[in-house]
């Protein structure tokens, strides 16, 4: 490749824009964003030009590495800085800079009344740097200083107004629960250096077909071991069970944070690991089984959750986690789903960040108000708006011919094929997912824009003086460009299987194989979910009233409304055993090693108050106790003369 020296420019650019932000100070308030803007659009630029050399390229020739230099050197280790690019990698690199530029366009209006927008652009940019590092490294070493940045910077944007103790919590809820997947990750490059003596994606997969899994000779325990560590570090960054639950609150955060990181960075990382470690899970069935149950649990989980929000935003991140979820469902069943895996990834992050920037654009007309049962009625004064989001909506319902119904009904073609018990339960999980998933959108999209208007102008106390009205055109304008990918981009790629025989270079080609229940009858099954669902949700939310409270329901609506009890599940499992450990040395501490010693001291002290009154100053006295001291001295003397003759 011509252009492959343009490499770390993909890293350098963003992140020359961020410390452009950070170090100028309050002296770039007027133009900051904008050069924010410029640094992501110019990273575009740069992956748009090398696609366009690798589109020239022959297929075999594809996959190439650009070393910058040595970056660690102690003893046999040898660690380059370098870079990877491939398909896989310039897929990520294009939806993460047009996807994440168009999200920056966007926040330009969305925070334009915060006096502080010029570090909202410099931690955005910080964000697209580290995500972009992540998906070009060339080993999992580099891939981790990426994998932290993102961790980093997406502390730093969920709680941007940490001035409100909530906000600040969800950021540090996100920061810590996603250290306890980084130690996945960390022990799986201890392993692989152990065992293979390197970490880099060359020798440790064996893309060159050299000394690759084969050639290491390792037993099967080891990779299940590392692809094991690995699906860990995959749950904690694409909140997967059971590392889910910092995702709800890391609504917190401004929404166009919430669409750069449930569309294009933050949740992709994880399904990038795990695709791009397809190797490491092909020589480990039962990781790559294991992976493939979690998927499919947490679809489910994130659908279950999603029927029962009432929050625009936290319905959208229980969508994210469900769909994330079919992608590691994908990764899991190995080499017939990667590419279907990052298939959907891509047209998630379209319709993903357009439903997400038209919930800004919803709040943005209600005052900040999240809750759905006070919209209502709003299609008519936020048609553009409601178009997009419609379009959107369609999109990740997996009707044809918009583009999640490319993506999605491949993975649940995906997941019946196999033998045993395997396919008829992913598969028809898969399917299930698909009709909750088209009721609890349904539902967000029939309550916030369908039925009678719930909201009222002068409705007093918190929420006063609306005057719902549409976006400015630096809104709608990416919402627009999103749609357009919500309802084609399926369709392109999927033509003539040209988005598998793109990753094929990485991901391998993967022979045909026949589902166990024709494809036709899955394809019409899941239609009839997903038409079922749709219907359902507008019987209940656009014919029949709905409350402006949240009705009395059953024992599963009330658990789904609080996330399933997740965060009681971690407190009773991790957090309370650390309590009770913690409460327990201290205690102990403090009644044994504190007392002991404190006992000792005081012991002491008493034995010298005690001398003190032997202290008379009395000549006599003194002369009499040295007199007796002699004594004492020459009869120990005698004995001692005694017990030797």
């Not at 692989?192 to 060159?208: I, P, Q, R, S």
């Not at 795990?274 to 649990?297: M, N």
């Not at 409601?386 to 909506?393: E, P, Q, V």
């Not at 349904?442 to 916030?448: D, G, I, V």
Request: with cysteine.
């Amino acid at each position: 490749m011509q252009t492959l020296s343009l490499a770390p420019w993909l890293v350098a650019t963003p992140l020359i824009g961020a410390a452009l932000l950070l170090l100028l100070g309050r002296w770039t308030d007027r133009w900051g964003h904008w050069l924010g803007v410029l640094a992501s659009t110019a990273t575009f630029v740069i992956g748009l030009v090398m696609l366009l050399d690798m589109l020239g390229t022959p297929a075999e020739e594809r996959v190439a590495q650009h070393t910058v230099g040595t970056w660690i050197e102690a003893g046999p280790l040898s660690v380059d800085l370098g870079f990877q690019i491939d398909p896989l990698s310039l897929t990520f690199v294009l939806l993460v800079t047009f996807v994440g530029t168009l999200i920056h366009v966007y926040s330009v209006a969305y925070m334009s009344h915060d006096r502080d927008r010029r570090r909202f652009f410099a931690y955005l940019n910080l964000f697209v740097a580290a995500m972009l590092l992540l998906v070009t490294a060339d080993s999992y070493l580099l891939l981790f200083v990426g994998w932290e940045g993102v961790g980093l910077a997406s502390f730093l944007l969920i709680g941007f107004w940490d001035h409100h103790l909530p906000n600040a919590v969800a950021g540090k809820k996100a920061f810590v629960m996603n250290r306890v997947g980084d130690m996945g990750l960390l022990a799986a490059m201890m392993l692989m250096l152990a065992n293979v003596g390197a970490v880099d994606f060359a020798t440790v997969l064996g893309n060159t077909g050299a000394d690759g899994i084969e050639g290491a000779g390792l037993p099967e325990g080891t990779w299940t071991a590392i692809g094991l560590l690995l699906l860990l570090a995959a749950c904690g960054k694409s909140a997967q069970l059971p590392l889910q639950a910092w995702l709800g609150d890391a609504m917190a955060g401004p929404t166009p944070v919430s669409a750069l990181i449930h569309a294009a960075t933050m949740v992709t990382a994880g399904v990038y690991l795990l695709v791009r470690s397809g190797p490491i899970l092909e020589a480990a069935p039962d990781a790559q089984l294991v992976v493939a149950v979690v998927g499919t649990l947490t679809l489910l989980f994130g659908a279950v959750v999603g029927c029962a929000k009432d929050d625009i935003k936290k319905a959208l991140a229980a969508s994210t986690m469900s769909q994330i979820g079919y992608m590691m469902l994908a990764a899991g069943l190995g080499p017939v789903g990667y590419a279907f895996a990052i298939f959907h990834l891509v047209t998630h992050g379209f319709f993903k960040a357009g439903l997400f920037l038209g919930a800004g654009s919803v709040m943005h007309a209600m005052d900040d108000d999240v809750d759905m049962r006070r919209f209502g009625g709003l299609a008519r004064l936020l048609p553009v708006t409601a178009i997009t989001m419609g379009l959107g909506w369609l999109a990740i319902l997996g009707v044809p011919p918009f583009s999640g119904f490319y993506s999605k009904d491949k993975i649940i073609e995906s997941a019946f094929v196999g033998e045993g018990w395997e396919p008829w339960v992913f598969g028809t999980a898969a399917m299930l997912g698909a009709g909750i998933t088209a009721y609890y959108m349904s539902r967000l999209f029939f309550m916030t824009f369908a039925g009678r208007k719930r909201w009222s102008p002068d409705a007093g106390g918190e929420h006063v003086q609306r005057h719902p009205h549409e976006s400015p055109l630096l809104m709608t304008v990416p919402m627009i460009v999103l749609a357009v990918g919500s309802v084609g981009l399926g369709f392109v790629l999927n033509a003539g299987d040209r988005f598998v025989h793109w990753l094929e270079p990485v991901t391998g080609h993967a022979e045909h194989h026949e589902p166990v229940l024709p494809i036709w009858l899955i394809m019409t099954l899941t239609l009839l979910l997903v038409v079922l669902g749709a219907v359902l949700a507008f019987r209940q939310y656009a014919v029949a009233a709905v409350p402006t409270t949240p009705p009395p329901a059953s024992a599963l609506v009330r658990a789904a409304r609080v996330d399933l009890h997740q965060d009681d599940v971690n407190e009773t499992l991790v957090m309370l055993p650390g309590q009770v450990l913690t409460r327990s040395l201290v205690y102990a501490d403090r009644t044994a090693v504190d007392a002991g010693w404190l006992g000792l001291a005081s012991g002491v002290g008493r034995f010298g108050r005690a001398l003190r009154g032997m202290q008379s100053g009395y000549t006599r006295q003194y002369a009499a106790v040295t007199l007796g001291g002699l004594g004492v001295v020459v009869l120990v003397i005698w004995l001692v003369a005694q017990g030797t003759s």
